[in-house]
């Protein structure tokens, strides 16, 4: 994997991220498959058996373990979106099987920016393949080994990302419980690229002082899971060792064992006496001293963290000034026409990082709580803020046509179909490629059957009573049948209403 750079022999623990502690407790396993039933609930997980290459051009090798192999796939429905595929083998990982399970549901019902997203999840005689958003800045691990030390700026910025992502993920009930430089990815190589957090396997759900599974990686392990009696509060400790890693080069509780390392984290005796620290700012060492309080009750949350002064000093939680075209089609969207949405949400799976990027900084100007949700309360006080006027009965409607799956906010994916730019969407190589994703046998049309597939595929719920009335639609040549042409009016400025 390589090493974090630091001031010690390369052969030690401070210098060398450790292996996790343990697996978490396994509840069984099963032999064969884990598939699941077609009829889930929303943004359950959904297994597909049909053929991966059908889908996806698998090239080049991305990474390899013992379980498998990690390659860049690039989509063969029209744009040549490249994805990040991780095919494991069956016969390796079938102890494990429940714990694969677990971490592919809890990457499904996440809906964060800053999250690594998983898109399909595929299955044939011998392996497990996972089509995953691709990141091609790489991981933070090797820029930091790269790098040496980052600056003030470059590590307020990295760590906010990471606390924004784990706010998210704890306002869930969800602990990652393994955070570390390599479970961080870059989406691209550029200055302020997005980092997102990745590797879920040992993720949890929560409920109070209850995870026990002592787990992790040593040199960021939180003192409270030595005790094997924790909270959430283990993740906000693990994030303060990534950023005093990044501003140091080296993690601030070392030893030439694990069991030194554990001594050390257990004593939580924090130095920025050394050179390294002489020109960081005040703000800084009382952001590390908080995080890294060695009481969990007295360390502060992820929330907390978001809002410290350190991050404000430092300009990492600066917000862009809503754009006015983005806010024009949030309260004008309508998902009156479902066909029309279902297929924005298969366009956004082909939208590259600079599509998104305007989506986003305008999500995170609405998203006041910082959980990777927007509220009515937020939504009405940013558009206030910005002198823009909105009655209660407007505000209401917004989430009734917005908030798609019902749950009273708006999460990222809604955000982004909503706002979505017609420039984008209107795209030939989206078009294109979101009808094909209909259209999977090519044979020029599609029908309600290969729709109901499409949701079913995505773990989404619908009947087949729904799907024909999404189909119901006065413009088409052929009843029940709609070809490309037939698609691509989905999306004019005001599209033919439904039948009467």
Not at 94 to 100: A, E, P, T, Y
Not at 297 to 317: C, D, Q, V, Y
Not at 362 to 371: G, I, S, W
Request: glycine residues 6%; proline residues 3%; contains cysteine.
């Amino acid at each position: 994997m390589g090493c974090c750079a630091a001031k010690h022999s390369p052969t030690s623990p401070q210098t060398v991220v450790a292996s996790s502690l343990t697996v978490p407790n396994k509840e069984g396993s099963i032999d064969a498959s884990i598939q699941t039933p077609k009829s889930q609930t929303n943004d359950a997980l959904y297994i597909i058996t049909d053929d991966i290459h059908k889908y996806y051009d698998l090239q080049k090798v991305l990474g390899k373990g013992f379980y498998g192999v990690v390659k860049l796939g690039v989509s063969k429905l029209g744009n040549h979106q490249k994805y990040a595929i991780k095919s494991l083998n069956k016969e390796k990982i079938k102890k494990d099987i429940q714990s694969l399970q677990r971490e592919l549901t809890i990457l499904k019902t996440s809906d964060h920016p800053n999250i690594i997203k998983l898109y399909e999840v595929f299955e044939d005689e011998n392996f497990i393949h996972i089509v995953m958003e691709y990141c091609s800045g790489g991981e933070l691990f090797d820029k930091i080994n790269k790098k040496t030390r980052f600056t003030e700026r470059e590590s307020a910025h990295a760590s906010y990302k990471m606390f924004y992502a784990i706010n998210h993920l704890h306002t869930g009930n969800i602990a990652h419980r393994d955070l570390k430089p390599e479970n961080c990815l870059f989406d691209s190589n550029k200055e302020d690229a997005e980092l997102k957090l990745v590797d879920f396997g040992l993720a949890s759900k929560f409920s109070g002082m209850t995870m026990k599974t002592m787990v992790g990686t040593a040199l960021y392990v939180a003192p409270e899971v030595l005790g094997e009696k924790y909270g959430p509060e283990c993740d906000v400790w693990s994030l303060g060792v990534i950023t005093y890693t990044m501003i140091a080069g080296y993690q601030p509780f070392r030893g030439e064992t694990n069991k030194e390392v554990f001594k050390s984290i257990r004593k939580a005796n924090i130095s920025m006496k050394e050179p390294e620290f002489e020109r960081v700012s005040k703000e800084f060492k009382d952001f590390i001293r908080r995080v890294l309080c060695p009481d969990p009750s007295k360390r502060i949350t992820a929330a907390e963290a978001l809002r410290h002064p350190w991050f404000t000093l430092m300009g990492a939680n600066r917000l862009k000034p809503l754009d006015m075209n983005v806010i024009s089609r949030l309260r004008s969207f309508t998902s009156t026409h479902r066909l029309k949405v279902e297929a924005i949400r298969i366009i956004i799976k082909f939208m590259n990082v600079k599509e998104t990027s305007l989506a986003l900084d305008n999500f995170k100007v609405l998203d006041t709580d910082l959980t990777g949700f927007i509220t009515v309360q937020g939504l009405e006080q940013s558009l206030r803020a910005a002198n823009i006027e909105i009655t209660a009965s407007e505000l209401n409607n917004i989430f009734i046509q917005v908030d798609l799956n019902g749950n009273g906010k708006i999460n990222y994916t809604e955000f982004v179909i909503a706002t979505l730019d017609p420039a984008i969407m209107m795209k030939e190589e989206n078009l294109m490629a979101a009808y094909k994703t209909f259209d999977i046998d090519d044979v020029g049309y599609f029908t309600a059957s290969q729709v109901k597939r499409v949701i079913d595929k995505s773990g989404r719920t619908i009947t087949e009573h729904e799907v024909e009335e999404m189909m119901n639609l006065n413009w088409l040549k052929q009843h029940g049948k709609v070809d490309y042409e037939d698609f691509v009016k989905l999306f004019d400025e005001n599209p033919p209403s439904a039948r009467a």
